[in-house]
Nanobody, 115 residues
Framework: QVQLVESGGGLVQPGGSLRLSCAASGNIFSIYAMGWYRQAPGNQRELVAV???????NYGDSVKGRFTISRGNAKTTVYLQMNSLKPEDTAVYYC?????????WGRGTQVTVSS
């Protein structure tokens, strides 16, 4: 079992920044990648960014150059720095942990970009 707790969402104006955090606990030694996905109303859940245990990263096309994923020193926390936010970034952001057996998901944190 892996538990994921997200924080850092909120309301921000277009062009602003937010930083999301996700802390993992439980069977953390079996995690080989962690990342962020998002889902806007009426849309499918989509990849935002992922980072592997080796430090490799991958980003969704719509956030490349604006968002940065990173890990804490203990590798049990993952961060998403979001810059130059746009209204179309508005969504519920979910933390994800990948194990060989299954994925785990956090409850999600709302990010709203609006003036």
């Amino acid at each position: 079992q892996v538990q994921l707790v997200e924080s850092g969402g909120g309301l921000v104006q277009p062009g602003g920044s937010l930083r999301l955090s996700c802390a993992a606990s439980g069977n953390i030694f079996s995690i080989y990648a962690m990342g962020w996905y998002r889902q806007a109303p009426g849309n499918q859940r989509e990849l935002v960014a992922v980072i592997t245990s080796g430090g490799s990263t991958n980003y969704g096309d719509s956030v490349k150059g604006r968002f940065t994923i990173s890990r804490g020193n203990a590798k049990t926390t993952v961060y998403l720095q979001m810059n130059s936010l746009k209204p179309e970034d508005t969504a519920v952001y979910y933390c994800n942990a990948k194990l060989t057996t299954r994925d785990y998901w956090g409850r999600g944190t709302q990010v709203t970009v609006s003036s």
